[in-house]
């Protein structure tokens, strides 16, 4: 078992359709310990690149945006048990993209947070239907994680924003790219 996650939960993580990855809540920094495929496709680095990374280093220079405080709000509190944001993230070959994040804390018995799991989609140039449809499929990957989870030791509770909300992201990471380009 990577880091103590179970099997499945590993297997469904590196199969899954969308960039999937899973840091270590307990370690300082939150730094990355498993990233599937789809991911080192969206973001360009290999595995080897980001494992031990947190996250923060597909920012580039762009650190001051709303969904920055959105995911230092989740991390700190403990009540939400997901979270959906945009931010303006830089491939590898530094092409910028709005990636949509969803964050979701697997706890333990104890309700304490032992991993972030994170599934991120380029949403750069995406429609409301376009959105609607990776909601739908982003749910369904909700519920086969969760499925995954209750039958071992990790509790998760998912919840979703309204797509709305999302889309005002979107919007406002799509200004950002275009004040870069």
């Known amino acids: 078992m990577e880091q103590g996650i179970e099997p499945a939960l590993t297997a469904f993580a590196r199969t899954a359709r969308v960039a999937v990855t899973i840091s270590d809540a307990a370690a300082d920094d939150l730094p990355l310990f498993l990233v599937n495929d ?24 762009a650190r001051d945006q709303p969904g920055t405080a959105h995911i230092r709000e989740f991390l700190r509190n403990p009540a939400p048990r997901s979270l959906r944001t945009t931010l303006l993230n830089f491939r590898k070959d530094g092409t910028p993209f709005v990636n949509l994040i969803l964050m ?39 519920a086969t994680m969760s499925a995954i989870a209750s039958d071992h030791r990790y509790i998760m509770n998912a919840s979703f924003e309204t797509l709305g909300k999302t889309i005002a992201q979107i919007a406002q990471c799509r200004l950002a790219l275009a004040e870069t380009g």
């Open 38 to 61: 789809r991911f080192c496709q969206l973001s360009g680095y290999s595995a080897d690149e980001v494992i031990g990374k947190n996250c923060r280093f597909l920012q580039g220079e």
């Open 104 to 142: 979701t804390k697997l706890t333990d018995q104890r309700h304490r947070p032992r991993y972030i799991f994170a599934s991120q989609f380029d949403v750069t140039r995406t429609s409301s239907d376009e959105m609607a449809r990776q909601d739908k499929t982003l749910k369904g990957s909700v």
